[in-house]
Structures are given as structure tokens and as C-alpha cells.
T-cell receptor, first 114, second 113 residues
Framework: EPEVTQTPSHQVTQMGQEVILRCVPI?????FYWYRQILGQKVEFLVS????????KSEIFDDQFSVERPDGSNFTLKIRSTKLEDSAMYFC????????????FGPGTRLTVL | DQQVKQNSPSLSVQEGRISILNCDYT??????FLWYKKYPAEGPTFLIS?????DKNEDGRFTVFLNKSAKHLSLHIVPSQPGDSAVYFC????????????FGTGTLLAVQP
């Protein structure tokens, strides 16, 4: 069964450093998403991406964040200058359709900012 | 942001019995609801969904019920199995122009052998 994959599974970085989290969505899906879950809190939406552009972003997704689909299979989330409060599980998801469609999640990347 | 609420942080059920997980929402614009199951250190796994035009959807041991007038949905698992032990999240989608999932806080289900 097709699945969303994410690398790395765990990333440790120093505050102020740039990190890139990588995702390979399900191959025929057209919509891509990033969510995060800070320990003990809800899963929160960050950004959605369709047709090579951001279709929606949350207030969390400020100028320090960017997303890219550099080729036909990868979808990346970059945090330019990490802060302590960026420590969280980051989940990539994809769906075939946009609205009213199931989003399938990857296993997540645990980001630890020291 | 309390648009989707799961008021029971945990639930314990005996193997073979029914598990009922509840979810309430406040925004009447939500028109698609999903349940996800999550194990520690893994991503949410899709279980079952329901559109607001239906009041019930069934898939094997899992049934979701939607009561729009009460803004309430529930997930029934029957019979419950020890492998069902996980955190269960309900999530909602707005109708129309957004595909941002709004998650509840989750309910930890423990199925006792």
C-alpha cells in the first residue's frame, strides 16, 4: 500500500541553524501538507501546497518557514533559523483531492532544537 | 482554538467489548470528519471518515456516527482488540475553500486483554 515517507526520523540542531525536513508524498497525490505536534499539544496545521505554490498557511508559518517541491517526488519544509520552540514532531501529509478528501500522514520527523 | 474537542483524555475497555470515542465540534461549517489512530512516535493513521451529508459510515469493526444537530460525532469499535490501544484523534475539514484539518486533543484508548 502506498505511503508517505519522511526523513530523517530525528533531527537535532542548534538554535539558529537551518534545517530541512524531507517528505515523499504518495505518488499520485496532488495536495501536500505539513503539520506539527508540540509535545502534549494538538496536531496543528502549518501549510498546504498545490500546483507548486502555497495554497494556505497558518499564523505559525512565518517567514522562517518555507516549502518546496524540488522535483517530482520530494516535498520539503525548511526552517531558516530554528528556535527552541520549534522543537516538535513534524508530519507531512498528502491527499489526492483538496477539500473533503482524506489526508494520509507520514511517520513524522522529531525535531529537537538545543 | 477549541473548535474540535475530545473531552475524554483516556478510555479503558475490556477486550471484546465496544469502545466508544466521542468528539464535539463548534463550527457548523465543518463538512467532513475523519478519525485517525496514532501510536507513540508514529504519524496519524487514517481510520474512517464521514461526510456531513451522512449520519453513519461503517468499515469493518469501525463505525462513525455523526449528529449534526448536536455537533457531535462518535467512533465505535466493536469488538475491541488489544492492538486497538492507541491515541485516537478526530479531525474536521471546513467546506469549500480550505483543506486545513482541525484536530481534537485525542483520546488514549487502552484495551485490556
Amino acid at each position: 500500500e502506498p505511503e508517505v515517507t519522511q526523513t530523517p526520523s530525528h533531527q537535532v540542531t542548534q538554535m539558529g541553524q537551518e534545517v530541512i525536513l524531507r517528505c515523499v508524498p504518495i505518488s499520485n497525490h496532488l495536495y501536500f501538507y505539513w503539520y506539527r505536534q508540540i509535545l502534549g499539544q494538538k496536531v496543528e496545521f502549518l501549510v498546504s501546497f498545490y500546483n507548486n505554490e502555497i495554497s494556505e498557511k497558518s499564523e505559525i508559518f512565518d517567514d522562517q518557514f518555507s516549502v518546496e517541491r524540488p522535483d517530482g517526488s520530494n516535498f520539503t519544509l525548511k526552517i531558516r533559523s530554528t528556535k527552541l520552540e520549534d522543537s516538535a514532531m513534524y508530519f507531512c501529509a498528502s491527499s489526492l483531492l483538496g477539500v473533503a478528501d482524506t489526508q494520509y500522514f507520514g511517520p513524522g520527523t522529531r525535531l529537537t532544537v538545543l | 482554538d477549541q473548535q474540535v474537542k475530545q473531552n475524554s483524555p483516556s478510555l479503558s475497555v475490556q477486550e471484546g467489548r465496544i469502545s466508544i470515542l466521542n468528539c464535539d465540534y463548534t463550527n457548523s461549517m465543518f463538512d467532513y470528519f475523519l478519525w485517525y489512530k496514532k501510536y507513540p512516535a508514529e504519524g496519524p493513521t487514517f481510520l474512517i471518515s464521514i461526510s456531513s451529508i451522512k449520519d453513519k459510515n461503517e468499515d469493518g469493526r469501525f463505525t462513525v456516527f455523526l449528529n449534526k444537530s448536536a455537533k457531535h460525532l462518535s467512533l465505535h469499535i466493536v469488538p475491541s482488540q488489544p492492538g486497538d490501544s492507541a491515541v485516537y484523534f478526530c479531525a474536521a475539514l471546513y467546506g469549500g475553500a480550505t483543506n486545513k484539518l482541525i484536530f481534537g486533543t485525542g483520546t488514549l484508548l487502552a484495551v485490556q486483554p
